[in-house]
């Protein structure tokens, strides 16, 4: 029987489709990449050039100091303060890998295969780490925590190797399901498919992704990891530590992996090598997704994508709601502080308490917002405002436990306190993402003398002269304020910077930078470094 238009057109209106994007920005010695969900920025990652120390990456390092009275010992990776390995993150298998390590050093150990690797027993779960591990000793180990402030990186010789559907254990021979693969059916195929084609000695942790997903695929994503391994051990040949034998994947490539899914409606970016790096990516991972990487030719896609702005909004001290609530937040060393105030919200007629809940509810969603936002992690403290009705706590207890739900990061919630503060632990694996959000003076740049606007051209002028009989570059690129660089840019063929270009005779290129203070300016080269002089 045809079902009638109307009824097609009621269930369609309850379908809510959610647009997912990743905007990655390209800059001279650095990647930013921002994760949408429809428009709204939820996740912010940086990537510099030579980053060390970053989790996942895997070093050969040397016992410094063991410290019985901490049941831990300081390693030594190269970086300039000694790393912290404890001996909980020693990891059950630790004898098997130390084994595997010295005998790879010695050159006794010729193959990465471990069929036929004789493994050692666990060590002792409650056991004391000067029983296994020593002073001078070379120790193969895998950043958990990132520097963070005045610490150190913290370790752990319990190696593990993530892809996109799979994560590879070696020395193990358990097989681990996500537990957010409810169906039964599918628990079953993909603990029996694992037994199958995992290799011998080695464990399998099989992510939420990898539900419904074909053999071919799993297999390939175990083979790559698999590969992994064995440069691990080609790596291991022949050095001295401390050094990283194997680094974890650049940050794109890592957000691409951990973030994106079949609902992805649009991957940008701004660099043509980058685009052509992910579309191989693609390839691999999701080839039916190909086509949504799309290249655009432009110098900040965060202006274009208006994620510029709300980085502005979102990273200050005070983070303001359409509503007219706020957030007050602060940092500290050891915690974070966060105020919800109503603001000039209107409440209309429904009395103080009905007010508070709902202005409580429509923050506890933007708190956990800014929480991946900008990566906060340890204790957070969250003062609501007051509400006395239990049945009202309970329910933003509940708010806040589901918008936190899909968090990556390990958290705990615990229900209001008696004085209406909900109090957060969530993982903390690097360093909370700091961008200030305050500009300098635009008249005196911060420094209280005053400088003649209406000179700044001239300035620029004689700057960009200097620059041309000194150094005679081919091109040049002049990052400056947004308003100064639409003056300069005004017109075709008659603008500022065409009139320049003719002058000097050189390739001038004028790039506005939300980050440069009104007066503020700078000179590149063509492969991006800065022109002083």
């Not at 647009?19 to 920025?41: C, F, H, R, S, T």
């Not at 079953?188 to 995992?198: D, F």
């Not at 806040?400 to 306190?417: F, I, Y």
Request: positive net charge; charged residues 30%.
């Amino acid at each position: 029987m045809k079902q009638p238009r109307w009824l097609f057109c009621g269930l369609l209106t309850k379908i809510r489709f959610v647009n997912l994007e990743l905007v990655i920005n390209a800059k001279a010695n650095e990647v930013d990449i921002a994760y949408l969900k429809d428009k709204v920025l939820t996740e912010l990652h940086k990537e510099k050039g030579n980053q060390d120390f970053a989790v996942g990456d895997i070093y050969l390092g040397k016992v410094h100091r063991v410290i019985p009275s901490l049941n831990a010992a300081f390693v030594d990776v190269g970086y300039e303060k000694d790393a912290f390995l404890h001996y909980l993150d020693l990891g059950p298998q630790y004898k098997s890998l130390n084994k595997f390590v010295k005998r790879t050093l010695s050159g006794k150990q010729n193959t990465a295969d471990l069929k036929d690797f004789p493994l050692e027993e666990d060590i002792d779960k409650h056991g004391k780490i000067n029983d296994v591990v020593s002073g001078s000793q070379h120790i193969l180990v895998q950043v958990a925590k990132e520097p963070i402030s005045s610490k150190g990186p913290r370790l752990t010789s319990e190696i593990t190797l993530a892809g996109r559907y799979l994560v590879l254990v070696p020395y193990g021979d358990k097989i681990s399901l996500s537990a957010r693969i409810k169906n039964g059916e599918e628990r079953t195929r993909l603990r029996r498919l694992m037994q199958s084609i995992k290799p011998k000695n080695f464990g399998v942790i099989v992510r939420t992704v990898a539900e419904n997903k074909k053999v071919a695929e799993l297999d390939a994503d175990l083979r790559d990891l698999y590969n992994r391994w064995e440069r691990i051990h080609k790596n291991l040949n022949n050095i001295k530590p401390p050094k990283r034998v194997l680094g974890e994947l650049n940050k794109t490539s890592t957000v691409l992996r951990d973030l994106l899914s079949a609902n992805f409606t649009s991957i940008h970016v701004n660099d043509n090598d980058l685009a052509e790096e992910i579309k191989d990516y693609m390839r691999k991972v999701a080839p039916q997704q190909e086509k949504i990487v799309k290249f655009h030719k432009k110098d900040d896609l965060f202006d274009t994508f208006g994620i510029n702005r709300q980085i502005k909004a979102s990273f200050g001290k005070q983070v303001n709601l359409k509503s007219g609530a706020y957030l007050i937040i602060e940092h500290t060393e050891a915690m974070h502080v966060i105020d919800v105030n109503s603001g000039s919200r209107k409440g209309g007629e429904r009395g103080q308490e009905q007010n508070a809940l709902e202005t409580n509810l429509e923050c506890a969603e933007e708190i956990a917002r800014v929480l991946r936002l900008r990566d906060m992690g340890g204790i957070i403290a969250v003062d609501f405002i007051d509400m006395h009705q239990r049945s009202h706590q309970k329910m933003l207890y509940e708010k806040l436990c589901k918008e936190l739900k899909n968090d990556k990061a390990k958290h705990n919630v615990l229900p209001p306190s008696r004085f209406g503060v909900v109090e957060i632990t969530r993982q903390r694996v690097r360093e909370v993402t700091d961008i200030s959000t305050e500009e300098k003076c635009p008249c005196c740049d911060g420094t209280g003398d005053v400088q003649a606007s209406v000179l700044l051209t001239d300035k620029i002028e004689n700057h960009l002269r200097y620059i041309r009989e000194e150094f005679k570059p081919g091109k040049v690129l002049l990052k400056t304020h947004p308003f100064v660089a639409a003056y300069l840019k005004a017109g075709i063929i008659s603008s500022v910077r065409s009139k320049w270009a003719r002058k000097f005779g050189v390739g001038l290129k004028v790039q506005a930078d939300a980050d440069y203070s009104y007066l503020q300016y700078k000179f590149y080269d063509a492969k991006g470094e800065v022109i002083d002089g």
